[in-house]
């Protein structure tokens, strides 16, 4: 499974946001610490708005803050609301499949379990069980790094 440059930078800026709940934060701010496009940022701040999870204010002093709290932010349900589809092989798509083994494929029911499985521990975090002990607030910005995965050698 990979998500879109969209959900990461969703999930990025609700984390963000999270952690700088004492202040108003701008989209710049985000951008910098991330070092990505404002342009983007400024699409999933909108959409993050429209949706109630996120206030922005106007104005000089403006920027932005969480609407909601941490806890009742479903990380499932922001994944379903910015991913396009969960589409994992040609198969899943009935407009476009031009698998000549549909018909007697046992992959696609592989697949669907796994999607599910995936989504079903997004549906159990939140964004509160994201941050850190110290309940996210920290007025340093904390230390991201990305999470590496390895497939396993099978043993012999």
């Not at 952690?19 to 610490?33: E, G």
């Not at 499949?97 to 521990?121: E, G, I, M, P």
Request: with cysteine; charged share 25%.
């Amino acid at each position: 499974m990979r998500l879109t440059a969209y959900t990461d930078y969703t999930l990025r800026t609700l984390m963000y946001l999270a952690i700088s709940r004492d202040r108003l934060v701008t989209i710049q701010d985000i951008a910098d610490l991330h070092n990505i496009s404002k342009n983007h940022l400024t699409k999933v701040v909108y959409h993050l708005g429209v949706t109630g999870i996120v206030e922005t204010v106007r104005g000089r002093n403006g920027g932005l803050r969480l609407k909601k709290e941490p806890a009742d932010i479903n990380i499932g349900e922001v994944v379903r609301g910015t991913e396009t589809d969960f589409f994992m092989a040609e198969c899943f798509d009935r407009d476009k499949n031009q698998c000549v083994f549909t018909s007697n494929c046992k992959l696609k029911a592989v697949l669907r379990a796994a999607t599910t499985a995936y989504l079903d521990v997004l549906d159990s975090a939140t964004l509160e069980s994201l941050l850190s002990e110290n309940g996210g607030r920290s007025k340093k910005s904390a230390a991201v790094s990305p999470i590496r995965i390895h497939a396993r050698a099978k043993a012999k």
